[in-house]
């Protein structure tokens, strides 16, 4: 999902969740938008996920799409080593809401 389609959705719709997802060892951020019907859409630009260097460029971004809500998901890989089920699948207990 490109930015202009985010504003779009962002403007037609009210019942969605946004996650910034970072990975361990990773200094990069990336967006992904879920809608009610469980579908999950990445931020993409020119179609390649947005990457982000810090939280700040995600909140300029998400502020000018009209969003003030997101969670903060993070991928721990040695979870999924060692067996676990990775966290951030099941967001509800691994998510940190972020209001800006």
């Known amino acids: 999902m490109e930015l202009k389609a985010l504003k779009q959705f962002v403007a037609s ?3 969605f969740e946004i996650r910034v997802i970072t990975h361990s060892g990773s ?14 859409h ?3 630009q020119r179609n ?6 810090s939280l700040d460029d995600v909140y300029l971004e998400l502020k000018r799409a009209g969003i003030h809500r997101a969670y903060l998901v ?6 999924e080593v060692i067996g676990h ?3 951030y699948s099941s967001p509800l207990t691994s998510r940190m809401p972020l209001v800006f």
């Open 13 to 15: 719709h009210d019942n």
């Open 48 to 53: 390649k996920p947005m990457l982000f260097r």
């Open 27 to 40: 200094r990069f951020y990336q967006v992904e938008l879920e809608d009610v019907e469980g579908e999950r």
């Open 42 to 44: 990445m931020l993409m």
């Open 85 to 87: 089920d990775a966290h």
């Open 74 to 79: 993070q991928h721990v890989p040695q979870d």
